[in-house]
């Protein structure tokens, strides 16, 4: 997999990797959105169905759902077990922050998100909640799980004194959704794929 775009590669690698058998299997847009503007923090336009609520990942467990999610979603292998520390190892850094603890060196924090559908259907009595969203999944897309793991990235983000959210979407699908919510271009990226034969 290679990655081209605005100040990423050189303009004419597009070109020169077409040539050399690679296709272009996503077209992605760089979107930013201010979330202090002078001193007052604000959030993206986005309205959360009533439905939907959104969750940081604090523990073990539900980042193993998510995970599996995503895998789901993106069609990529699940974690090893030594990816799953690193990602695990996220978690106490988040635990560590709340506490009160920063951070030595600036270092950073890598957060996930889960939503969840809290209709009867899916959180009846006894039933546990399942995640429809870290990545949305294929059944619950136009239903604004996007929408509102976007507004609640940002909001714990300006809890956590971030000051721009900093976002890739696919030009196609989630692109337009961000713009309608204030987000801003500022530029863009190309995934691009070849296949090695065996």
């Keep these: 997999m290679w990655h081209t775009g605005d100040r990423v590669a050189p303009p004419f690698m597009d070109e020169c990797l077409a040539r050399h058998g690679f296709r272009t299997t996503e077209k992605l847009e760089v979107l930013a959105f ?17 439905d939907l609520s959104v969750e940081l990942v604090r523990d073990a467990e539900v980042l193993r759902e998510a995970l ?40 950073s924090l890598a957060a996930r998100f889960a939503a969840y559908v809290t209709s009867s259907i899916t959180s009846g009595a006894g039933s546990p909640r399942s995640i429809v969203a870290a990545a949305t999944r294929q059944t619950f ?9 976007v507004l609640e990235r940002c ?38 794929v070849l296949e090695i034969q065996r």
Excluded: C, M, W
């Design 34 to 50: 201010l979330l202090v503007k002078g001193q007052e923090q604000r959030l993206p336009r986005i309205r959360v169905p009533e």
């Design 155 to 192: 909001r714990v983000g300006t809890h956590l004194n971030a000051t721009l959210a900093l976002v890739k979407a696919n030009i196609s699908t989630s692109g337009a959704i961000l713009k309608r919510a204030g987000f801003r271009p500022v530029g863009t990226e190309r995934r691009h």
């Design 141 to 149: 897309r136009g239903r604004g799980a996007y929408g509102a793991l």
């Design 68 to 107: 599996f999610v995503d895998s789901e979603v993106f069609r990529s292998p699940l974690p090893t077990g030594g990816e799953f520390a690193k990602y695990a190892g996220e978690l106490e850094k988040l635990l560590r922050h709340e506490r009160g603890e920063h951070f030595r060196g600036g270092a």
